[in-house]
């Protein structure tokens, strides 16, 4: 147990919840309080000040950042963190509601006033007068070897079942210039594989004359970093250039993430999507042919009002017809500020989980069977950490993002953040089995 006594004036700890992009937020919050001379400690060692950046997106978001924070009041109480400051997603929601029942909380800040961060913590810390120092852009919270680039925030698409643009606002693109400074940064910090995150990639650059890929080009041309991995491209952004660059570019991971959502036209509609089932079959069935050895990462989601069961089968036939390499199944969350959260026929609770159980194993049956086509095949692995599995190390190839899908274990000798040609051995389910070929 920690005593008050114990705390170091100017030190800050710091929980990450939610997103890619929250945590980007949290790394250069956290880059700010370095430069006012705060230092950051470990997760769970103690410190004057405990920040927790929170996720609303969804109900099991909320559940998950509100236990976290009591979990947080308690250690206050037994002295192992003196203040407790909490902001993000959540705090824009719900920020009286959760003033008046977790008045333990010292800080509360919503994610439009992030930048005024660094200054409040800084007005609660006993040690008022900090040297400045000269900070990176970024504290680095991930392994060395990869990381993310915030590319742009908010969002105007307006469907029907989201509610970022409630707690993020209106799309706007971080400046080109800026991105590229900060991937250098990266590059310089031994960072290898870099992932490109945002609402929608696709949308980078539309409202201060770039696009997208102007912004990879830039990255090709001016760094080094052997993987760049290219998350959410909302289906109606996908242009026939992007699929030329991937498919052209060796360092741009052959891996689209595409979060198509539904199949069913009367549902698309209903959600209010731009991009419909002919479009959606038509765009995969060009990403298969521009790209053979694509990893196709899907999103669907489940019991959107008036979801039928037809419109349920619909979607499976889809899935299994397209054989996606992962998917993220999700149930519709009738959060008060998505506009779908008052529309008539609600589907119940039981129906929705239902669905996404059924729909879940059917996709993984396709991709284990899928999986198992790999054994005898060689990939370019990059090594993340020791395996928690029983075997020597563990990574991933280009078809498998960080902490987001299966990975390789390895048999044999490896350091962490390096690059090897692995030969695969076995299946085993969602993950393989690899050594050096």
């Given at each position: 147990?920690?005593?008050?006594?114990?705390?170091?004036?100017?030190?800050?700890?710091y929980?990450?919840?939610?997103?890619?992009?929250?945590?980007?937020?949290?790394?250069?919050?956290l880059?700010?309080?370095?430069?006012?001379g705060?230092?950051?400690v470990?997760?769970?060692?103690?410190?004057?000040?405990l920040?927790?950046?929170t996720?609303?997106?969804?109900?099991?978001?909320?559940?998950?950042?509100?236990?976290?924070?009591?979990?947080?009041?308690?250690?206050?109480e037994?002295g192992e963190?003196?203040?407790?400051?909490v902001?993000?997603?959540?705090?824009?929601l719900?920020?009286?509601e959760?003033?008046k029942?977790?008045?333990e909380?010292?800080?509360?800040?919503?994610?439009?006033?992030?930048?005024q961060?660094p200054?409040?913590?800084?007005?609660?810390?006993?040690?008022k007068n900090?040297?400045g120092?000269r900070?990176?852009?970024r504290?680095?919270?991930?392994?060395?070897?990869?990381s993310y680039?915030?590319?742009s925030?908010?969002?105007?698409r307006?469907?029907?079942?989201?509610?970022?643009?409630?707690?993020r606002?209106?799309?706007?693109?971080?400046?080109?210039?800026?991105?590229?400074?900060?991937?250098?940064f990266?590059?310089k910090?031994?960072?290898?594989?870099?992932?490109?995150?945002?609402?929608?990639?696709?949308d980078?650059?539309k409202?201060?004359?770039?696009s997208l890929?102007?912004?990879i080009?830039?990255?090709?041309?001016?760094?080094?970093i052997?993987?760049?991995?290219?998350f959410?491209?909302n289906?109606?952004?996908?242009?026939?250039?992007?699929?030329?660059?991937?498919?052209s570019e060796k360092r741009i991971c052959?891996?689209?993430d595409?979060?198509?959502?539904h199949i069913s036209?009367?549902?698309?509609?209903?959600?209010g999507?731009?991009?419909?089932?002919?479009q959606?079959?038509?765009?995969?069935?060009?990403?298969k042919?521009?790209i053979?050895?694509v990893?196709?990462?899907?999103?669907?989601?489940?019991?959107?009002?008036?979801?039928?069961?037809?419109?349920?089968?619909e979607?499976?036939?889809?899935?299994?017809?397209?054989?996606?390499d992962?998917?993220?199944v999700?149930c519709?969350?009738?959060?008060?500020?998505?506009?779908?959260?008052c529309?008539?026929d609600q589907?119940?609770e039981?129906?929705?989980?239902?669905?996404?159980e059924?729909?879940?194993?059917?996709?993984?049956?396709l991709?284990?069977?899928k999986?198992s086509g790999?054994?005898?095949?060689?990939?370019?692995?990059?090594v993340?950490?020791?395996?928690?599995?029983?075997?020597?190390?563990q990574g991933?190839?280009?078809?498998?993002a960080?902490?987001?899908?299966g990975?390789?274990?390895?048999?044999?000798r490896?350091?962490?953040?390096?690059?090897?040609?692995?030969r695969?051995?076995?299946?085993?389910?969602?993950?393989?089995v690899?050594?050096i070929?």
């Open positions: 147990m920690f005593s008050k006594r114990e705390h170091k004036p100017g030190t800050i700890e929980l990450s919840l939610g997103c890619d992009k929250n945590l980007v937020d949290t790394e250069r919050i880059a700010n309080l370095k430069n006012l705060f230092k950051v470990s997760p769970g060692k103690g410190a004057e000040i920040l927790i950046t996720c609303g997106f969804i109900q099991p978001a909320k559940q998950e950042s509100i236990e976290q924070i009591l979990l947080a009041c308690e250690r206050k037994r963190i003196e203040k407790l400051v902001a993000g997603c959540m705090v824009e719900n920020l009286e959760l003033k029942e977790i008045p909380v010292d800080l509360w800040i919503k994610f439009s006033d992030l930048e961060l200054k409040k913590i800084q007005s609660l810390s006993s040690v900090k040297a120092l900070s990176a852009p504290f680095l919270t991930t392994p060395k070897h990869l680039l915030k590319i925030e908010g969002c105007d307006g469907c029907r079942f989201c509610i970022i643009p409630s707690i606002g209106r799309f706007h693109s971080e400046p080109l210039d800026k991105l590229i400074e900060e991937a250098k990266l590059e910090s031994g960072v290898k594989e870099l992932n490109l995150v945002a609402q929608d990639l696709c980078y650059g409202d201060i004359g770039s890929v102007e912004l080009e830039r990255l090709l041309d001016e760094t080094e052997p993987w760049l991995r290219l959410y491209l289906p109606e952004g996908v242009t026939d250039e992007l699929l030329e660059l991937i498919a052959k891996y689209i595409l979060p198509f959502q036209e009367r549902v698309l509609k209903a959600m999507r731009r991009a419909r089932e002919r959606i079959r038509a765009l995969i069935s060009k990403i042919k521009q053979p050895e990893c196709l990462r899907g999103t669907a989601l489940v019991g959107f009002p008036g979801e039928r069961e037809d419109d349920f089968r979607l499976k036939n889809f899935v299994e017809e397209v054989e996606f992962w998917l993220g999700f519709f969350s009738a959060e008060t500020e998505a506009e779908a959260s529309f008539p589907v119940p039981s129906v929705k989980m239902c669905r996404k059924e729909l879940e194993n059917l996709w993984q049956e991709a284990e069977e999986n790999k054994i005898g095949k060689t990939f370019e692995v990059l993340d950490s020791k395996s928690d599995l029983g075997y020597s190390y991933r190839s280009q078809f498998q960080y902490e987001l899908d990975l390789i274990q390895l048999k044999g490896f350091k962490t953040g390096n690059f090897y040609m692995v695969i051995v076995d299946c085993l389910g969602m993950d393989l690899g050594e070929a």
